[in-house]
T-cell receptor, first 113, second 113 residues
Framework: AQSVTQPDIHITVSEGASLELRCNYS??????LFWYVQSPGQGLQLLLK??????LVQGIKGFEAEFKRSQSSFNLRKPSVHWSDAAEYFC???????????FGTGTQLKVEL | EAQVTQNPRYLITVTGKKLTVTCSQN?????MSWYRQDPGLGLRQIYY???????DKGDVPEGYKVSRKEKRNFPLILESPSPNQTSLYFC????????????FGPGTRLLVL
């Protein structure tokens, strides 16, 4: 079955430090991949998505993600984290029928000042 | 402004008392979906709809009903809520093209006593 795995439940980084959130997918073909952010009390906002082409994808708020087929990964990165980036981050994959998004379990990011 | 709205945002109810959570979108999207979010489980799809009068089960449909009588609205019905349906619920909508971005509502936090 298709699945999306986010191995890190919680991550803490200092403001200004770099960030990498991990995401692995299990799917026979290349899925459509997404990163969403959920700020406290808010809905989900799309950060970026990958369908095909250039494997390095730029998103909003200074985020980027790199698709690596050989590692079945789609890790999210940011060179310098801001305190306002503290939120929960979800990786998701569109794996076929019914426009269904399969979500990972999320990574809670804490930013230390 | 393009948006998905949900009502109510917060709801406390008792076991067995029927309730409806409304969802409306103003983007003329064909596809709408309901998810529930639980700690450590990410978001799981409850039901989805590809168009008016076309609905189908997601991964966790038990205890829920939906209807799609109008394109813009997709209410979620809990006919006899139970405590295990205490959760955060999200409605989402998108176009039908493969991998289209799904836009999420702000969420409805439900507590069933």
């Amino acid at each position: 079955a298709q699945s999306v795995t986010q191995p890190d439940i919680h991550i803490t980084v200092s403001e200004g430090a770099s960030l990498e959130l991990r995401c692995n997918y299990s799917y026979g073909a290349t899925p459509y991949l997404f990163w969403y952010v959920q700020s406290p009390g808010q809905g989900l906002q799309l950060l970026l998505k990958y369908f095909s082409g250039d494997t390095l994808v730029q998103g909003i708020k200074g985020f980027e993600a790199e698709f690596k087929r050989s590692q079945s990964s789609f890790n999210l990165r940011k060179p310098s984290v801001h305190w306002s980036d503290a939120a929960e981050y979800f990786c998701a994959a569109f794996t076929g029928g019914g426009n269904k998004l399969t979500f990972g379990t999320g990574t809670q990011l804490k930013v230390e000042l | 402004e393009a948006q998905v709205t949900q009502n109510p945002r917060y709801l406390i109810t008792v076991t067995g008392k029927k309730l409806t959570v409304t969802c409306s979108q103003n983007m003329n999207h064909e596809y709408m979906s309901w998810y529930r979010q639980d700690p450590g489980l990410g978001l799981r799809q409850i039901y989805y709809s590809m168009n008016v009068e076309v609905t189908d089960k997601g991964d966790v449909p038990e205890g829920y009903k939906v209807s799609r009588k109008e394109k813009r609205n997709f209410p979620l019905i809990l006919e006899s809520p139970s405590p295990n349906q205490t959760s955060l619920y999200f409605c989402a909508s998108s176009g039908l093209s493969r991998g289209e971005t799904q836009y999420f509502g702000p969420g409805t936090r439900l507590l069933v006593l």
